[in-house]
């Protein structure tokens, strides 16, 4: 085995989020709907470690409960 010295780390281009595609897709003002509190916080977060600024609403509706995350940035 040998030490290498010098080798860029090349940059991640993937996400392990299976909504990372949708969210590079989204324009300012776009939202997403989604059924579970663990698929907001995947896509809350997934936004986040993109570099956007992501804002989510919880909305109740005869007993369904939804969540909508809206990109603002």
Known sequence: ?????NIPIPTSHHSNS???HLI???????SIKVES??????VYQ??????FKPISR????ENH???R???TK
């Open 69 to 71: 995350i809206w990109r």
């Open 1 to 5: 085995m040998k030490i290498d010295k």
């Open 65 to 67: 409960i939804t969540y």
């Open 46 to 51: 997934t936004m986040t470690r993109q570099g």
């Open 37 to 42: 509190i663990s698929a907001r916080a995947s």
């Open 24 to 30: 590079h897709e989204m324009e300012v003002g776009d």
């Open 58 to 61: 919880k909305f109740i509706d």
């Open 18 to 20: 299976k909504y990372a």
